[in-house]
């Protein structure tokens, strides 16, 4: 007798995406809009980005100063820990390893805490944002970054869940001792790897 054939069987379950971490599902071409608070209007004229805290030379760059570094570029996978993922995304601004190489970070630098022109705030170990790891971003597609995503500059951390990712960032305060952020203070994990489903304290 001959076995069931495809037809009776039916499609065969679609297999899942390996870059999907645990939990996550494909956003396809939407990319969700989410904030704590509310949106700023923040013009490039006025906007800058300070690193200071544990650094041997506190500086800040203007939208002008810091379009004259050195260019970088993301192309890769974003997760948002409210479970979509969006694949072969491309951002463009600039490395956090060229603003931390011209701060200088003393040796006991360990953590960074990230502030947005809102107030909001996260907080990453350095080694999550060194190395190739993470950006300040203004372009997202070729196309300036929009404000409801973060815009006109926001931090870029894509290995880590997106809230880690400030949205009008101004300020990178570097830090002997973890201090919780804005999200961790209400019981997000304090790092947030979406390969591991950090979503809260205690995952």
């Keep these: 007798m001959a076995g069931p054939t495809r037809g009776f069987l039916g499609r065969s379950r679609r297999e899942r995406d390996p870059r999907l971490p645990p939990g996550q599902y494909d956003v396809g071409a939407d990319w969700p809009v989410l904030t704590a608070e509310p949106t700023p209007r923040i013009t490039p004229e006025t906007w800058s ?99 409801e995503h973060g815009g006109p500059v926001r931090l870029l951390v894509p290995h880590l869940y997106f809230w880690k990712s400030a949205k009008w960032v101004t300020r990178l305060t570097l830090l002997q001792r973890d201090q919780q952020g804005f999200w961790e203070q209400n019981g997000y994990h304090d790092r947030g790897d979406p390969w591991r489903e950090q979503r809260y304290q205690g995952d």
């Design 49 to 147: 980005i300070t690193v200071d805290g544990r650094v041997e030379n506190p500086v800040s760059w203007t939208w002008d100063e810091a379009h004259r570094l050195p260019p970088s570029e993301y192309r890769g996978d974003i997760h948002c820990v409210t479970t979509w993922s969006k694949f072969d995304t491309r951002f463009a601004g600039v490395s956090v390893d060229t603003l931390l190489e011209a701060a200088r970070p003393t040796a006991d630098a360990h953590f960074v805490m990230a502030t947005a022109k809102t107030g909001y705030t996260t907080n990453l170990p350095l080694e999550d944002v060194t190395g190739g790891k993470a950006w300040i971003v203004w372009e997202f597609d070729g196309e300036p970054l929009p404000v």
